[in-house]
């Protein structure tokens, strides 16, 4: 699921796309659709996409980040990403995207998971 919402004065202002649930070759295709349609609308200065809510995220995932910063740098905007889980910010960092998406590397002491987390944001209680 991807959900959208703009502030600032539009066009120009920050779009920010907030994405929940993996990011994989089977859901890519909304995202893929909600950025480049809020890309051609609204011409962001920013757009940000929220990956907080992103437990996975694999190869096409990555691809599709790359692409909707490539599309909004051709309409003069920045991308950023905002709040990736840790097993998503490695992943961004090990393939050297990181400084692209605004984000700063992990400690190598990092962990790469946390605990389950329901897509609303609260934690998984693991208990029966």
């Known amino acids: ?5 703009q502030s600032g ?8 796309v907030e994405v929940l649930g993996p990011l994989e070759a089977a859901t890519v295709g909304a995202l ?3 950025v480049l349609d809020a890309v051609e609308t609204y ?3 920013l ?19 790359v692409t909707a910063n490539n599309k909004v740098r051709e309409v003069g905007g920045s991308m950023e990403v905002r709040s990736p889980s840790p097993f998503v910010h490695r992943l961004l960092q090990i393939t050297g995207l990181t400084e692209l998406f605004g984000l700063t590397d992990l400690p190598d002491d990092a962990p790469t998971s946390g605990a389950p987390v ?11």
Do not use: K, N, Q
């Open 1 to 5: 699921m991807v959900r959208t919402h």
């Open 32 to 34: 893929r659709s909600v």
């Open 47 to 65: 757009l940000a996409v929220d990956l907080r809510r992103v437990p996975f995220m694999d190869s096409i995932g990555i691809g599709a980040l």
């Open 43 to 45: 011409r962001p200065r």
């Open 9 to 16: 004065e539009i066009p120009g202002g920050t779009v920010v």
């Open 118 to 128: 329901e897509l609303d944001g609260r934690p998984r209680s693991t208990s029966s």
